[in-house]
């Protein structure tokens, strides 16, 4: 069985700027002045073109970063999204390319032992175990309204009750999780269970020789190709949920002095290294991308 994981994506910066190229064009003028008989003489000046530099930009980030993962062996290796990256300083002092993602979690929707719900959608977990199961029982709603008891096997914030709204939808802990009864009535000894989980925060790591891991140029720069860091550095998460940021950015493309000066596709390559516990389902991140003057 593979579980599909994926990069959402996110944008840091969302703009390509463009550097602007200005020409500045300084004007001679040319005196004519008496020369000797059969003599030629002129008189004149210099003109220049002075190339104003621009920035380095994240351009378009790809949202199709996917890392199949075997249920069986609990690995897989992909790539994260592709991205433009460009160098328009034109100063030649090269640049560092970093990435950092949050937690990669799944939050499944609901499913029951009885009538339907309206809104099977949850909220999104931000806990940080894997293989978690919520357990509603709704047998004292009737038309969207009522109490109701929850449980899930997380070791913490693992039980208690609520109030249901019709309609809207009600959080059940400090883990992200909700549920929307819309106006349905439970048949007795309804419950509703969801499947959640959090990836380790180590479960990433670099792979520059990853298949289709490469950097391309998409413009005429005859400058040296950035390179991708050689390495398997665990990326990790900030072990606390997607809602809650990104981990320690990490450099994983390169630019040496005098090199990377145009506009590159950028596709990094990993692994992904899941816990026994995980479901058989999609786990998502927010991948971050940043860009830095330096060898």
Do not use: C
Request: net charge negative; hydrophobic share 40%.
């Amino acid at each position: 069985m593979e579980k599909n994981m994926t990069s959402p994506r996110h944008d840091a910066p969302p703009w390509r700027r463009i550097g602007q190229l200005a020409t500045v064009v300084a004007v001679a003028t040319v005196v004519g002045v008496l020369a000797p008989m059969g003599a030629a003489f002129a008189a004149g000046n210099t003109t220049g073109a002075q190339v104003q530099g621009g920035t380095l930009e994240i351009g378009t980030i790809n949202n199709s970063g996917n890392i199949p993962v075997s249920m069986a062996t609990l690995l897989g290796v992909g790539l994260l999204p592709s991205a433009a990256w460009s160098d328009a300083t034109g100063s030649g002092s090269g640049w560092n390319g970093t990435v950092a993602v949050s937690d990669f979690t799944y939050t499944g929707v609901w499913t029951n032992t009885g009538s339907p719900l309206v809104d099977a959608t949850s909220g999104a977990y931000t806990g940080t175990q894997d293989g978690v199961v919520f357990t509603v029982d709704a047998t004292a709603i009737s038309n969207g309204a009522g109490s109701f008891t929850w449980s899930s096997t997380a070791t913490t914030n693992n039980t208690g009750s609520g109030t249901a709204v019709a309609s809207i939808a009600t959080v059940l802990d400090g883990q992200g999780v909700s549920i929307n009864f819309g106006t349905v009535s439970p048949t007795a000894g309804t419950l509703y269970q969801l499947q959640a989980g959090t990836q380790a925060p180590s479960a990433l790591s670099l792979l520059s020789t990853a298949t289709d891991a490469a950097v391309t140029v998409v413009d005429s720069s005859t400058s040296a190709d950035p390179v991708l860091v050689p390495a398997t550095t665990t990326v990790a998460g900030p072990s606390s949920g997607v809602a809650q940021g990104f981990g320690t950015p990490l450099k994983f493309v390169a630019a040496a002095p005098n090199t990377g000066m145009g506009e590159y596709l950028v596709i990094p390559g990993v692994t992904f290294h899941a816990d026994v516990n995980s479901w058989a389902a999609l786990y998502t991140a927010n991948v971050e991308y940043s860009i830095v003057t330096g060898p």
